[in-house]
């Protein structure tokens, strides 16, 4: 029983982290035996959470990292790849296609960091994140589903 808590509470942990989130912990979860529909709705909360506090924090952030450039007396350069990849599809699909391409391309984190510098609402962000996550963890959760499927029925039609 504890031990199926624990696991759990480490899908939250690893789906909350940074360039790992829901689409890498969902798989391994399943492949761990824990409940698909279990472990996708905590991996999809963990990551949502840590998401949202990206935005809670956003502006703290931005305004810490203003002061240490400033008091050091660093200017700026250009955007960097990650920016301008963002920026591209910022120009070309808005807030809906950053969302939904982002956490494959960049992570969650990043994404929503990104979308709130470009001039997005928090209150949209979040909500099209929200969005971008559970499509990805629904496909995370259905490819490898579906792929413990295919590979039970041709060990067992061997």
Do not use: C
């Not at 909350?16 to 399943?30: D, H, K, L, Q, R």
């Not at 698909?36 to 909360?45: D, G, H, W, Y």
């Amino acid at each position: 029983m504890y031990q199926s808590i624990w696991q759990y509470v480490l899908v939250f942990l690893a789906a909350g982290t940074p360039f790992i989130e829901a689409m890498v912990t969902v798989p391994f979860a399943i492949i761990a035996g824990l409940s698909p529909v279990v472990a996708s709705l905590i991996a999809f909360l963990g990551n949502l959470v840590t998401v949202i506090l990206v935005v809670v924090f956003y502006d703290y952030v931005v305004r810490w990292n203003a002061r240490r450039l400033e008091s050091k007396g660093i200017r700026k350069k250009g955007p960097s790849k990650r920016q301008e990849r963002a920026k591209r599809v910022w120009n070309r699909f808005g807030l809906p296609g950053l969302s939904i391409a982002g956490p494959f391309l960049i992570s969650s984190h990043v994404t929503i960091f990104m979308a709130l510098a470009l001039g997005a609402s928090k209150q949209a962000a979040i909500s099209w994140m929200a969005i971008s996550l559970a499509l990805w963890t629904i496909l995370a959760a259905a490819a490898t589903s579906l792929g413990f499927d295919l590979v039970s029925k041709t060990i067992t039609a061997e």
